[in-house]
Nanobody, 125 residues
Framework: QVQLVESGGGLVQAGGSLRLSCAAS????????MGWFRQAPGKEREFVAT????????YYADSVKGRFTISRDNAKNTVYLQMNSLKPEDTAVYYC??????????????????WGQGTHVTVFL
């Protein structure tokens, strides 16, 4: 059983920055590919970013490329999402997720086995 706890969400003005953290416990963190997803009210959960076990590979949704950066520190069992140049469209609940099996479909939420409870991010004008 893997437990994931997100933190760092909050209220930020458009154009500002925010860094989300996801602390993992249980299992072996370095064995899991990690991802960030987000969901706005009334919308489907969407892929944001993912990072491989050794941090050698990252992928981003087109909507956040150039603005968001995913990283991980396996020694601290933590994955991060640095969000810059935030826009009101980024407002959502952000979820951290862990993937226990390798897959080509890294952007599909069904590919992930463990999820955190989410952290709220609100971007205002």
């Amino acid at each position: 059983q893997v437990q994931l706890v997100e933190s760092g969400g909050g209220l930020v003005q458009a154009g500002g920055s925010l860094r989300l953290s996801c602390a993992a416990s249980g299992g072996t963190f370095s064995r899991y590919g990690m991802g960030w997803f987000r969901q706005a009210p009334g919308k489907e959960r969407e892929f944001v970013a993912t990072i491989s076990r050794s941090a050698g590979t990252t992928y981003y949704a087109d909507s956040v490329k150039g603005r968001f950066t995913i990283s991980r520190d396996n020694a601290k069992n933590t994955v991060y999402l640095q969000m810059n140049s935030l826009k009101p469209e980024d407002t959502a609940v952000y979820y951290c997720a862990a993937r226990t099996v390798n897959t080509y479909y890294y952007a599909t939420d069904r590919s992930y086995d463990y999820w955190g409870q989410g952290t709220h991010v609100t971007v205002f004008l």
